[in-house]
């Protein structure tokens, strides 16, 4: 339920209000818009008396939210998320693009890799410290000693770091870490995003290979209803009968999750195509069709990586995509001033 208060409102009745409603049991999460400010109630309240709620004088209108998540709900937070991260931000009309190795293999290739994205624009560094494999003779990551390589990284080019969290055992190794990352098959691990919404900092949850939009938002309700709202969604492609690409990029995601939540959202090419040649007319398409960032996988030597390297882009071929997408996005936001 939602309750939208009349522009203005009383404070002292406002407090009533509120405590009122703790007394029964619901939590208030509060919304203050340009134009509107808005109560989303969460919590058993259909035994709540909409039409008494509605005759007080505060009150502009009172609705019924049918949908399940409502903390990640456009209706309970209208006004977009922007996220801090160190010196950027993710959301309020920024491009973000995390760029770096699908997995961390050594301080020297990091560090490297770094440098290089961070001159081409890329704003946070991505790398693989424990890496989920299909296969249990694959490469599995560094582990601890690939988060202390990306730490040298972020000491060397101030660029904070985005890394993949995989059990909740690990939580202790990733205070230290950005933005905690939940991989596309650990999006419905419950006790996982359970424990990450009860951090105080960014998590960025991808898309799981057959969820659906709402089992996706429900899983950034999960970290949410934990008290963590600084939650980002990662398109990262889906599983279909195509068989041609790795998966299937969903670029209507966009649109269509701008129209449902408030929170951030991120598109990850390289994961969705598995091959390097894709990722540029995809992440153009995805900047066009309103993504806050990008998340690029970036190889100085993709014959050779350990991990994912038919999808990674080399350096130099990074460089010119980098700068052609801040320019499309710089566009974009022209054209939506003009509208």
């Not at 339920?1 to 939590?27: F, T």
């Not at 009150?59 to 399940?68: L, T, Y």
């Not at 904070?160 to 691990?189: C, K, S, W, Y």
Request: glycine letters at 8%; aromatic letters at 6%; proline letters at 5%.
């Amino acid at each position: 339920m939602i309750v939208i208060l009349k522009h203005d409102h009383n404070p002292d009745q406002l407090d009533s209000l509120v405590a009122w409603l703790q007394e029964k049991g619901i939590a208030i999460h509060t919304s203050i818009g340009e134009a509107n400010t808005i109560l989303g109630l969460v919590g058993d309240t259909s035994k709540l008396d909409i039409d008494l709620i509605a005759a007080l004088d505060i009150v502009e209108d009172v609705k019924r939210v049918q949908e399940p998540y409502k903390n990640a709900n456009r209706k309970f937070h209208p006004e977009d998320t922007v996220i801090q991260v160190g010196n950027t931000q993710i959301g309020g009309g920024n491009l973000t693009i995390m760029a770096g190795p699908c997995s961390v293999e050594s301080e020297e290739q990091v560090v490297a890799i770094a440098k290089a994205v961070k001159a081409s624009g890329a704003t946070m560094l991505r790398g693989g410290a424990f890496k989920p494999r299909t296969s249990p003779y694959a490469f599995q990551g560094l582990g601890a000693e690939g988060l202390e390589f990306l730490k040298a990284a972020r000491e060397e080019t101030g660029l904070p770091i985005v890394t993949e969290l995989m059990d909740v055992t690990q939580l202790p190794l990733f205070r230290d870490v950005d933005i905690i990352q939940i991989g596309a098959r650990n999006m419905q691990n419950f006790d996982l995003l359970k424990a990450v919404g009860h951090q105080d900092k960014p998590v960025m949850i991808k898309r799981g290979m057959s969820a659906t939009y709402e089992e996706w938002l429900m899983s950034a309700e999960y970290v949410m209803a934990g008290g963590n709202e600084k939650v980002i969604l990662c398109e990262r492609g889906i599983r279909t009968f195509e068989s041609y690409t790795r998966n299937t990029l969903d670029l209507s995601a966009i649109p269509v999750l701008r129209k449902l939540t408030h929170l951030p959202i991120i598109v990850d090419p390289s994961h969705a195509t598995g091959k390097y040649w894709l990722v540029e007319p995809l992440a153009m398409g995805a900047v066009a069709t309103g993504a806050d960032g990008l998340q690029i996988e970036v190889h100085n030597d993709p014959a050779h990586a350990l991990c994912d390297g038919p999808q990674s882009l080399k350096p130099e071929a990074f460089d010119p995509l980098a700068r052609k997408l801040l320019a499309l996005h710089a566009a974009v936001r022209s054209m939506e001033g003009q509208a």
